[in-house]
Nanobody, 119 residues
Framework: QAQLAESGGGLVQPGGSLRLSCAAS????????MGWYRQAPGKQRELVAT???????NYADSVKGRFTISRDNAKNTVYLQMNSLKPEDTAVYYC?????????????WGQGTQVTVSS
């Protein structure tokens, strides 16, 4: 049974930092592309950052230069380091694991962790 468990969310002041972690189990972690998405109240879920099995990264324009995604295959964990946080970064952050084998897509989501940026 695939499971993704996020941690590290919380309340932080503008300009502050947080590091989110997502621990995966039940999947061959190193073979999956991993990603972070977020959903603010009243808005659609949006991509924040992704990292492929080959460590190629991609970021939303709104977080480039502030957020860094990384992975540790030995720990089956993906991280999101968030610096220079802004109130508009407030959202529930979700971890995603995705793998496509031929024509079949395997995709899993975590339960989410709340990040609130406020003074």
């Amino acid at each position: 049974q695939a499971q993704l468990a996020e941690s590290g969310g919380g309340l932080v002041q503008p300009g502050g930092s947080l590091r989110l972690s997502c621990a995966a189990s039940g999947i061959t972690f190193s073979m999956y592309a991993m990603g972070w998405y977020r959903q603010a109240p009243g808005k659609q879920r949006e991509l924040v950052a992704t990292i492929t099995s080959g460590n190629t990264t991609n970021y939303a324009d709104s977080v480039k230069g502030r957020f860094t995604i990384s992975r540790d295959n030995a720990k089956n964990t993906v991280y999101l380091q968030m610096n220079s946080l802004k109130p508009e970064d407030t959202a529930v952050y979700y971890c995603n694991a995705k793998r496509i084998i031929v024509v079949r897509k395997y995709e899993y989501w975590g339960q989410g962790t709340q990040v609130t940026v406020s003074s």
